[in-house]
């Protein structure tokens, strides 16, 4: 019978007990953490995030030393303020809002991200570790050309072309490759050591890069502008793969390049008159367009008739002729041989690019006793004729005198 009631004391005691403690715990503080909501939503790779987090004392009694202390690790970065906020005394009911400014990293991958914080519920307490899933979404990554320089390509010479690429996302882009075209058989252009292609192994957010080509122009290009197909291929962050296509121009020109000289001309002495005859031929590879030839004014000479001449298109290795009627003045020549010939040349190149260029051609002329040496037919000039006029004169005056003696006899 003392050992029934001995266990049924020992049951009541601790019901008692146990009872007792549950009553305690009732009694004391009880702190939860949870996140109240983060901005924007979703966050954004390589954007500003603010998120708000909630402490609540959930207990009957307040909650003394309490501190919360920010975890940032990849992809999240504290932007500004301190990682702890000693909260001190949190009442009993009461809720604290705590914010937090975090940077997300420009690699961060699209979809849910853990951002961790702790804190210590009391003096006394150990800590505690909650997990925050943030998400985060990649815009679509876009890799454009901002720029080219290649210049003027000339027709068989190499350049080194340049294509400057901006990342224009908010995330990095990686395995970047730009090929260049060539395979049409209207494209004059080659790179000089057969490979099109450049590769990048990555990019940050809104950074640039450069990719080189050595391209050669073939020697017989035409002038012009060519449209060349570029492919930009990449991926983002979560590995989705993208390709834009792209059309540069290309602009091939050889400055016109030619020869000029004195074809054929009459056996000019001073006071003569007669025609010389210049001739323009196309040495370079391109076209040379709308070439005009001009007779300048010189002390030594007077042109007469036609003074600008139309020669029209010279294509390559082709020529064209023009020809002038001019007086030499006497005592043009001096001391000298030859008399400047002043020939002045409008023109434009396969671009229709203005050039005018001022040319002078020695003209040779001679004196009397070199035309007799020489055995050169003599242009017509003022003191021939005067001598013919003398001549017939004499001729009829003796012819008439004669003729007359005849008659009387």
Known sequence: ??????????????????????????????????VAK???????AGQYLDIWFKLENTGTDAADGVIMELLPAFPFSL??????????????????????????????????????VRYKPGTFSEWVTKDADISIQVHDAVLSVSDISSGEMTPGSARI??????????????????????????????????????????MPAKGKANVSFDIITAPDAASGVYKIPLTLSYSDTTNKKYTRNYTLGFVVNSKPDFQIGLQKYDALTEGSTGTVTVSVSNTGPGTIKFMTMDIL?????EAFGEKSIYLGNLNSDDYQTGAFKIYVKPGALGSAKTLPLKISLKYRD????????????????????????????PASSSSTTIYVIIAVVVIYYVYKKYFKKKQKV
Do not use: C, H
């Not at 050591?193 to 590769?199: A, H, P, Q, V």
């Not at 671009?351 to 020695?362: A, G, T, V």
């Open 161 to 202: 072309v340049t294509i400057s690429l901006e990342n224009l996302a908010d995330t990095y882009l990686k395995d970047i490759s730009a090929v260049f075209d060539f395979s049409s058989t209207t494209l004059p252009f080659a790179t000089m050591d057969s490979i099109n292609e450049k590769r990048i192994v990555s």
């Open 1 to 34: 019978m003392k050992t029934k009631y001995f266990v049924l004391s020992a049951l009541v005691l601790s019901i008692i007990f146990v009872s007792g403690i549950s009553f305690a715990a009732s009694g004391t503080s009880s702190i939860y953490v949870s």
């Open 38 to 44: 983060y901005e924007p939503f979703p966050a954004e």
């Open 79 to 116: 932007e500004t303020g301190s990682a702890v906020n000693s909260l001190g005394t949190v009442p009993s009911g009461s809720t604290e809002l705590i914010k937090y400014r975090v940077k997300v990293d420009e690699k961060a991958t699209s979809g849910d991200n853990i951002l961790q």
């Open 350 to 377: 396969g671009l229709n690019n203005m050039y005018s260029k001022d040319i002078s051609l020695d003209l040779r002329v001679y004196t009397q006793s070199e035309i007799t040496a020489y055995g050169l037919a």
């Open 297 to 301: 004014p010189s002390a030594g000479y």
